[in-house]
T-cell receptor, first 117, second 114 residues
């Protein structure tokens, strides 16, 4: 497997469920990101991790809980979500966390299509 | 914080025509402006980027222009082809700030008909 992978690709969950999204990058990158992509809205940054440390948290509700156990893996734990949380969740990685640097191009995973009933 | 506006939201052109997508940004500290292309059902991919020390950058049929004074930048696609059909996102970010990720525009859906 190459690049950035995400599992599952599709997830349907009830509002009381607990589930986790997984992202894995095979590029040797140091930074990983979670984005939310909703219809008619821009890509919204949720979390940024650099070398397993969270460096940015964009006022995301606590029902979303990220975890980065190592530089290759990133999780998004979901708990008591709302229907408006239904969206495509994209993971991305980059060599460097400094914006615009030589190794800063963000490589996106295929996303997890989440539906909250 | 940064706010990026993108226009138009949809754009339809005939094959061979040119397409132009425009973005404006609010934060004068932003100096890195990438463009991403997302084909239907696929992930976004970087197609071109520009930094504030450059006014224009070209890569084959794609070009990006930047006007820092007016805080706007544009994507130009010439000789469009059906495979150019996709959603295009502009973004802005300040350089060299740790943990700073991209602020995206809402996207432009480009349809190229043959």
């Amino acid at each position: 497997e190459t690049g950035v992978t995400q599992t599952p690709r599709h997830l349907v969950m009830g509002m009381t469920n607990k589930k986790s999204l997984k992202c894995e990058q095979h590029l040797g990158h140091n930074a990983m990101y979670w984005y939310k992509q909703s219809a008619k809205k821009p890509l919204e940054l949720m979390f940024v991790y650099s070398l397993e440390e969270r460096v940015e948290n964009n006022s995301v509700p606590s029902r979303f809980s990220p975890e980065c156990p190592n530089s290759s893996h990133l999780f998004l734990h979901l708990h008591t979500l709302q229907p408006e949380d239904s969206a495509l969740y994209l993971c991305a990685s980059s060599q460097d966390v400094y914006a615009g640097g030589a190794g800063w191009e963000q490589f996106f995973g295929p996303g997890t299509r989440l539906t909250v009933l | 914080g940064e706010n990026v506006e993108q226009h138009p939201s949809t754009l339809s052109v005939q094959e061979g025509d040119s397409a132009v997508i425009k973005c404006t940004y609010s934060d004068s500290a932003s100096n890195y402006f990438p463009w991403y292309k997302q084909e239907l059902g696929k992930r976004p991919q970087l197609i071109i980027d520009i930094r504030s020390n450059v006014g224009e950058k070209k890569d084959q049929r794609i070009a990006v222009t930047l006007n820092k004074t007016a805080k706007h930048f544009s994507l130009h696609i010439t000789e469009t082809q059906p495979e150019d059909s996709a959603v295009y996102f502009c973004a802005a970010s300040p350089l060299n700030q740790a943990g700073t990720a991209l602020i995206f525009g809402k996207g432009t859906t480009l349809s190229v008909s043959s």
